[in-house]
């Protein structure tokens, strides 16, 4: 069931990114996150309130779940959205997919879970992959990567880092409290009320059009049950195996995008070899 709960996760995740990636048009980043971010507080705390939590339960228990919600979603998705906007869909999330690097390199320095030659093998295969898709252009008319920054490269980068740090503080956090609606709660709960303080310091209004307010409460919809689904698997399986099952979400990005969005991407050749190449480095990562 853990390898199920991953996959359903990761399909879930690359329907959130192909909603924001067809409905977007002018709304900032910001206005993204935080609309995505509030549907998926109203779901999981109505949830939460169907189940029942221990009398004794303290703010500490729940400590891994906060800080893993400011690592991802919040941070992990404003940085994968814009690198979106800069790199296209297929290849800023093949890049920010890297993360189980960053998750195997915990497990392994400091959860005490072990890797074979064949999982390290796959982590190298994910590199190959994501350097691949990372020196092609994208799908914007006259954008080469040879005549742009290679700080926009940073972003899905970054967005990497925070996946990877946040799943496992989420591991940690599922071993000592087994409830994975009540730890998505607080998990996109961290999320979202450090970035609405930081939006009314700031003044930034929220601002969308009609038609990408159906996207983005869709795309919250989808992103709510992602993270149950994870908990799910990663309180009954292996960190080192649940962590790349639940990274294949560039395939399903490739797929969607190919049917829904093909004019807009880019699909020559490296990409489709580094996602190719990252799925195959996912799968020795996990068998």
């Not at 296209?88 to 997919?97: K, P």
């Not at 796959?122 to 008319?141: D, F, M, N, Q, R």
Request: proline fraction near 4%; charged fraction near 10%.
């Amino acid at each position: 069931m853990d390898v199920f709960y991953a996959l359903s996760s990761s399909i879930m995740f690359a329907s959130t990114f192909l909603l924001v990636k067809i409905g977007r048009e002018k709304s900032s980043h910001l206005s993204v996150l935080w609309i995505t971010l509030s549907v998926n507080v109203l779901i999981l705390c109505i949830s939460s309130l169907l189940i029942e939590i221990p009398s004794n339960t303290k703010l500490i228990d729940l400590k891994y779940f906060i800080l893993s919600g400011i690592f991802a979603p919040l941070l992990g998705r404003l940085f994968q959205f814009i690198g979106m906007s800069f790199l296209g869909a297929n290849a800023a999330t093949a890049i920010t997919l890297t993360h189980p690097l960053f998750t195997v390199a915990i497990g392994l320095f400091f959860l005490g879970e072990r890797a074979s030659f064949i999982q390290m093998s796959g982590a190298l295969l994910i590199i190959i992959g994501s350097l691949l898709i990372s020196v092609c252009p994208t799908e914007s008319p006259g954008f080469n990567l040879k005549n742009t920054s290679r700080n926009y490269l940073a972003y899905p980068l970054l967005a990497s880092l925070t996946y990877g740090i946040s799943i496992a503080l989420r591991k940690v956090g599922i071993e000592e409290f087994n409830s994975p609606i009540i730890a998505s709660a607080v998990t996109v709960c961290s999320s979202w009320s450090i970035l609405t303080s930081y939006l009314i310091i700031r003044k930034i209004r929220i601002r969308c059009s009609r038609r990408e307010i159906y996207y983005f409460i869709f795309a919250g919809v989808l992103s709510s049950l992602g993270p149950v689904l994870l908990y799910s698997a990663l309180a009954i399986g292996n960190l080192l195996m649940v962590a790349p099952l639940a990274a294949t979400t560039p395939l399903f990005v490739l797929l969607g995008t190919w049917f829904f969005s093909k004019n807009n991407e880019n699909f020559n050749y490296p990409i489709v070899l580094g996602i190719i190449g990252i799925f195959i480095g996912l799968s020795l990562l996990t068998f």
